[in-house]
């Protein structure tokens, strides 16, 4: 409901002040407010020019309300900016054109859903008269689609990292409404937009791909018909959340009821607060919370206010729809033909076997391919004029990938250096085995090692700076590198066919640089040359660290490694002929790793004791049911002890206390059943397995 300009000045402070508490209270769901109060931090007279700019939206929209007239229809050029890693988030242009189907049905009404609008509220349902077109001109007079593809990480971003994601890719915002896709929104959001107003530079709205149209990736529950896109161009033309983001707040539109807060779900009608009966909340608005398929209207109030917002100079909102702007930008109809192709393909390199195939994807834009010619060195064929081949690889190594496209307007390339990587079958080494990186050449990686390194700076490298035993380990001098950047060292192929029960242990030095640290340390196998990964070890933050938090650069002495160790005895590696090993470090801002001695065995760890563990051993083994661990501890130290089954799974917990130095004899008490075991020991530097036999 309108409010007079002082209380609403009131609560739109309050409301703006709130803003993260309402977020707590309710589920994430759209950082529209959020961006405004991040934005503000930036620009303080921000608020108060809200304030101004509001007052003469409402009242312009009173005016165009009692004139019963919001205008012949005006249309608004779109550029939809897919910021992506070559996944799922890529997004088709079908989809795409999917949600500029979904705009124009919703702010035109013509949706199929009206029907649902409680008749108590059709006297307001409105048709806002405002379009949406992808552009067919960009803004250096070239044809396009209206749809740019940009490589980026930060398609995984916070709100507050939104500047730098609109960066990478910006279309005037007098000339078009920017829509930026991206993969994910930290804390679940599923998107947000600018109030105008503000900084030309981040004016526009950002959805995460699975809430973008309703077909192709737009498959997640309650937000799978492009709604939020509707909802975030509300915000981008002035309208504020229904319920006023405050408690029975004042969303500046008089024709909407006034709510106590936020709906979520898909209420039954009539849901009353705020003294609002008999009618209630009109929860089944574009700007509530409700799940996509329970909304269905726009009020005139808000038309109105979508309307004022149109013909106001502000953030260039009134330019956007003018005769001249649609022929500079392509959307006054006329056609514009066969644009230039960008060529495309992933940059995901692709791991196999020798004698196994990859399917090569097509992920040219901007226009539609008439012919493809693709070149594959070292594959079988060795070109192809498919759109999307399958090609064989026979003899080890690392190949290039190229693609040209052609179409009416001309033709382009693309080159992918070592993008296919093929590894022996059957494997190069059996098991027991030891890299101990003290015969590899510093700077370098072991002989059939592989190194991916996707953060682009500093990766795994052998170094004689530390060690464990020996004079070399394995390191990422990972100070200096990007956030979020990551980094693998992918082993030699093994052949596990004629062992059973195999472990893998490796001694670990790492440091993080603040308790808040996420740095994650992941070991993957695969039995398909790297096609596919299974995780078989992950720590992070504190758990992984071996030696606190340290601040400098880090370099491991004595007491600073650990050895960690690895249950390899499951289905997907066990028991194979040509099985590796993925090291896998996820940077977030953390110090130095180090990894020395890997080593695959049966049973029974290669370093079985170190200083602190005089003996572990079980007695008897075999076993008919029950066995004691003979522990001696020359200090005393906290130990965990499990019996694990061939698979890894945890069959009992034996202990986890701090034990005194001397000899402990500790039963296990539950009687095992006919079957082999692990008995793990764990201290808080030293892990160790031993082979338990039971025959009842
Ligand atoms: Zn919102």
């Known amino acids: 409901m309108k409010s007079s300009n002082i209380v609403f000045f009131l609560v739109f402070l309050f409301g703006v002040f709130s803003v993260q508490l309402v977020r707590a209270q309710s589920d994430s769901h759209c950082g529209a407010e959020d961006v405004f109060l991040l934005e503000s931090q930036k620009d303080e007279s921000l608020s108060s020019k809200r304030y101004q700019y509001e007052t003469k939206i409402s009242n312009d929209a009173l005016q165009l309300l009692n004139a019963e007239n919001a205008g012949t229809s005006k249309i608004i050029p779109v550029v939809v900016h897919v910021i992506h890693e070559y996944g799922p988030e890529n997004i088709s242009k079908a989809q795409i054109l999917d949600q500029i189907r979904i705009l124009n049905e919703d702010f035109r009404r013509t949706n199929a859903d009206t029907v649902n609008t409680p008749s108590a509220f059709l006297p307001v349902a409105a048709d806002c008269n405002i379009e949406f077109k992808l552009a067919t001109i960009d803004p250096n007079g070239n044809c396009t689609d209206g749809i740019v593809r940009v490589y980026s990480p930060l398609t995984n971003s916070s709100i507050a990292d939104g500047a730098m994601v609109k ?22 959001i599923l998107g947000y937009a ?22 192709g990736t737009a498959f997640f529950g309650a937000y799978n018909l492009g709604r939020t896109a509707t909802h975030e161009v509300g915000h981008w033309l002035s309208l504020r959340h229904i319920w006023g983001d405050s408690n029975c707040g004042d969303d500046l539109v008089a024709d909407t009821p006034t709510a106590a807060g936020s709906n979520f779900g898909c209420l039954t009608y009539p849901h009353v607060s705020c003294n609002n009966g008999p009618n209630g909340d009109m929860f089944m608005n574009y700007m509530d919370y409700s799940d996509d398929v329970c909304f269905n209207i726009f009020t005139s109030g808000q038309s109105a206010r979508m309307n004022a917002t149109l013909n106001d100079p502000t953030s260039g909102r009134n330019n956007l729809w003018t005769q001249a702007n649609l022929i500079a930008t392509g959307t006054d109809g006329t056609s514009p033909g066969a644009c230039n192709l960008i060529a495309d393909i992933s940059n995901i390199e692709q791991m196999i076997c020798s004698g196994d195939s990859i399917s090569f994807i097509d992920m040219t834009w901007n226009g539609d391919v008439d012919t493809w010619s693709w070149s594959f060195p070292g594959g079988t064929p060795a070109s192809s004029s498919a759109q999307n ?22 033709s382009d390339s693309i080159s992918r250096q070592n993008l296919v990587v093929v590894r022996n079958s059957p494997a190069q080494f059996t098991v027991p085995y030891t890299e101990d990186f003290d015969a590899a050449i510093i700077g370098s990686v072991p002989t059939d090692y592989l190194v991916s390194n996707v953060a682009g700076l500093n990766t795994w490298q052998v170094t004689d700076i530390a060690s464990v035993s020996g004079s070399n380990s394995i390191f990422i001098n990972n100070l200096n590198n990007n956030v979020d950047g990551e980094d693998e060292l992918i082993t030699a192929t093994f052949d596990l066919s004629n062992v059973s029960g195999t472990m893998m242990s490796f001694d670990l030095a790492y440091a993080t640089r603040s308790s808040s640290s996420t740095d994650r340390f992941k070991v993957f196998a695969s039995n398909d040359c790297g096609k596919t990964w299974g995780l078989r070890y992950t720590k992070s933050g504190a758990a992984l660290s071996t030696a606190g938090i340290v601040t400098s650069t880090f370099v491991p002495v004595a007491g600073d490694w650990r050895q960690e160790l690895v249950n390899l005895s499951t289905s997907s590696v066990s028991g194979r002929d040509h099985v590796m090993f993925k090291f896998q470090f996820l940077n977030n801002g953390g110090n130095n790793i180090f990894i020395d001695n890997i080593n695959l065995f049966t049973g029974v760890s290669v370093n079985e004791l170190n200083g602190s563990i005089a003996n572990f051993n079980l007695v008897p083994n075999p076993a008919n049911g029950f066995t004691t661990i003979e ?5 005393g130290e906290k130990i965990k002890i499990d019996v694990l089954d061939l698979s890894g799974r945890l069959v009992e917990p034996v202990i986890e206390k701090k034990l005194d130095s001397g000899s402990h004899y500790i039963p296990i008490i539950s009687k095992l059943s006919n079957g082999v075991y692990f008995v793990t020991l764990q201290t808080q530097n030293f892990s160790s397995a031993k082979k338990l036999i039971i025959i009842n």
């Open 167 to 188: 960066a990478l890719s910006r279309w005037p915002n007098d000339k078009y409404l920017n829509y930026w896709v991206v993969r994910t929104i930290t804390g679940g």
């Open 631 to 635: 522990l001696d501890l020359k200090k």
């Open 389 to 410: 081949p399958i090609i064989y690889y026979n003899t080890p190594g690392i190949y290039n990938v190229s693609l040209t496209v052609t179409n009416a307007a001309g």
């Open 194 to 215: 600018t109030f105008p107003g503000g900084n030309d530079n981040v004016d526009g709205i950002v959805c995460g791909h699975n809430y973008t149209g309703s077909i």
